[in-house]
């Protein structure tokens, strides 16, 4: 079982259509990463959610922490061909070091 | 900066082999972590190096599986013997204060195939 389970596991949409990413857990997380992975490269961090029911915007990409501190989301506006690629979330319980992945959703957006 | 350098990028060997990879890390970062990645898995840790010292080795498979860093400029994954279910990619990371309070740098893997 996943620390942290992703969903959708695939989104496939066309360029402009706008696309959300979910990231739950039953784990309280002191704070929670996104990354992107393009095929042939390692993970890139994204951003770093660490309040509860924070916001956090990267040009048209919305990242939102639950007031909880159990989930986060990922929302693209307008999705671009070059926002494909697998989005990972990750987080580590408590102040472990140790940073647990989700399965990743792989996002394709087609022109 | 050069980033996180992994090498080989790819790697195929068959069953019984040994295989090392190697990494290194940026310049001045103290931590580093080897992750394998697999689509059924996903990414797991197998090791965490502080300060060029093992801290958790928790998440390495089994006794074919070793890690060592000599210095804080790079670090080397070992398997032996090597087996079909280790094929997967094998991600070097570093930070410069451990994953929680920096973000991770991912070098661009190694692709291990074993026949």
């Known amino acids: 079982t996943q620390l942290l389970e992703q969903s959708p596991q695939f989104l496939s949409i066309q360029e402009g259509e706008n696309l959300t990413v979910y990231c739950n857990s039953s784990?309280?997380?002191?704070?929670l990463q996104w990354y992107r992975q393009e095929p042939g490269e390692g993970p890139v961090l994204l951003v770093t959610?660490?309040?509860?029911?924070e916001v956090k915007k990267l040009k048209r990409l919305t990242f939102q922490f639950g007031d909880a501190r159990k989930d986060s989301s990922l929302h693209i506006t307008a999705a671009q061909p070059g926002d494909t690629g697998l989005y990972l979330c990750?987080?580590?319980?408590?102040?472990?070091?140790?940073?647990?992945f989700g399965a990743g959703t792989t996002v394709t957006v087609r022109a | 900066d050069a980033g996180v350098i992994q090498s080989p990028r790819h790697e195929v060997t068959e069953m019984g082999q040994e295989v090392t990879l190697r990494c290194k890390p940026i310049?001045?970062?103290?931590?580093l972590f080897w992750y394998r990645q697999t689509m059924m898995r996903g990414l797991e840790l197998l090791i965490y190096?502080?300060?060029?010292?093992?801290?958790?080795d928790s998440g390495m498979p089994e006794d074919r599986f070793s890690a060592k860093m000599p210095n804080a400029s790079f670090s080397t994954l070992k398997i032996q013997p090597s087996e079909p279910r280790d094929s997967a990619v094998y991600f070097c990371?570093?930070?410069?204060?451990?994953?929680?309070?920096?973000?991770?740098?991912f070098g661009n893997g190694t692709r291990l195939t074993v026949t």
């Open positions: 990371a570093s930070s410069s204060q451990g994953a929680l309070n920096s973000p991770l740098h």
């Open positions: 784990s309280v997380f002191s704070s």
């Open positions: 959610v660490v309040t509860g029911g």
């Open positions: 990750a987080g580590a319980p408590g102040n472990d070091y140790k940073l647990s």
């Open positions: 310049s001045g970062h103290n931590s």
């Open positions: 190096f502080n300060n060029n010292v093992p801290i958790d």
